[in-house]
């Protein structure tokens, strides 16, 4: 799975060189939590996120019409006062468990999406939330099974647990697996769909498998 495919694409963007009051209006209008910041040729220089405004504008405060004192202030400050400089960012064709690896390396919510150097998209905590209900297919039809696995046993047990579906006729929409915590054990879910899932479940159970849950 790859960035292209969940980025959200030409992101909403701001000058470096617009001040604070135009920011709060973009953040009013498109309800953003992070904005990418540009230079007169669009090239990425920043970005900045609505917590910058905190130091102004109250958090419960961010969706009111600012005051004309309030508005003054905001107008004497500029977006490259207060936006995160170079960035950490990722390119269209990185892939999507190694930018959250940056992410929660880098503690950052959201990072740029660059294709040659060009800012082509944002991808956010959001966004990435998305690409998992995609990885496991939430929103297809089917049955989610897991079960507990021996993590010494791993590869073995996983091969005959593929091919107890597919002699079940079930297909196989997902594999995903994580461990134990505490425990040299792997939890497999599965997604799996096909009207042959009780004798699936049965063949696990005579197999041996522990701790399978259906639902």
Known sequence: MIVLYFMTPDPVVIGEDK?????????RERKLRRLPVVDTRGTLTGIVARSDLFHWVPPLLIAEPPSPELAEVLRS???????????VTCATYDHIENVCRRMIDAKVGAMPVL???????IISETDLLRAMTAISYVDEEGKRISLRIPIEAKDDILYSVVDLARRSGLELLAVLTHPILDESALLVTLRVKGAGLDDFVTALWDAGYQGIDVD
């Open 19 to 27: 001040n604070l009051l135009d920011l709060l209006a973009i953040y």
């Open 77 to 87: 400050h500029a977006v490259r006062d207060v936006m995160t400089r170079n960035p």
């Open 115 to 121: 294709n040659r150097g060009h800012l082509v998209g």
